[in-house]
T-cell receptor, first 114, second 110 residues
Framework: GAVVSQHPSWVICKSGTSVKIECRSL??????MFWYRQFPKQSLMLMAT?????????EQGVEKDKFLINHASLTLSTLTVTSAHPEDSSFYIC??????????FGDGTRLSIL | DAKTTQPPSMDCAEGRAANLPCNHS???????VYWYRQIHSQGPQYIIH???NNETNEMASLIITEDRKSSTLILPHATLRDTAVYYC???????????FGTGTRLQVFP
């Protein structure tokens, strides 16, 4: 099956720093990648949709200047949490898909801001 | 996208079939039913999807009612490793988004 790799799997950093998370589709070219956030005991919440070579589309209530998304190639998308604060601590998950195919998910990045 | 309704939790004995229901009464003709599951602290895993015919793969079977207003995911012989939250999601053709609801927490016990 399709493999999506996410890195790092776990990160702790100080408040005010920026954190970059990478999402790679390892065995297929993804036309679209998605970023989700999941708080404890809650469901996944879609943050943004990212297409290669174009600007990401953010869901309502998600700050685009806070969560920078770059999708430079068909196999790589990055999410940068800028000036992170404790309330940004969460489980961030990416997924990748080709048109009309099922989304395949990475194993997530657990972000803890001190 | 059509909204789905699932029971919040279910139990199943190891080795028995787990039947997870999902209601999607407002589904429209070009919307697919997708099932994913999420094991604790991992990303969701794709299980199966279908439009109107029943589907089966190595993981599960998907039974969709004739009126398409509900479906059932069947894990034929549940194991302890099938303990997870199972999400039923309706997705339209040409719409790549998945909107996750609260899912069903399946607990498989020995």
């Amino acid at each position: 099956g399709a493999v999506v790799s996410q890195h790092p799997s776990w990160v702790i950093c100080k408040s005010g720093t920026s954190v970059k998370i990478e999402c790679r589709s390892l065995d297929f070219q993804a036309t679209t990648m998605f970023w989700y956030r999941q708080f404890p005991k809650q469901s996944l919440m879609l943050m943004a949709t990212s297409n290669e070579g174009s600007k990401a589309t953010y869901e309502q209530g998600v700050e685009k200047d806070k969560f920078l998304i770059n999708h430079a190639s068909l196999t790589l998308s990055t999410l940068t949490v800028t000036s992170a604060h404790p309330e940004d601590s969460s489980f961030y998950i990416c997924s990748a898909t080709k048109s009309n195919q099922p989304q395949h998910f990475g194993d997530g990045t657990r972000l803890s801001i001190l | 996208d059509a909204k789905t309704t699932q029971p919040p939790s279910m139990d199943c004995a190891e080795g028995r079939a787990a039947n997870l229901p999902c209601n999607h009464s407002t589904i429209s003709g070009n919307e697919y039913v997708y099932w994913y599951r999420q094991i604790h602290s991992q990303g969701p895993q794709y299980i199966i999807h279908g439009l109107k015919n029943n589907e089966t793969n190595e993981m599960a079977s998907l039974i969709i009612t004739e009126d398409r207003k509900s479906s059932t995911l069947i894990l034929p012989h549940a194991t302890l490793r099938d303990t997870a939250v199972y999400y039923c999601i309706v997705r339209g053709v040409g719409d790549d988004k998945l909107i996750f609801g609260t899912g069903t927490r399946l607990q498989v016990f020995p």
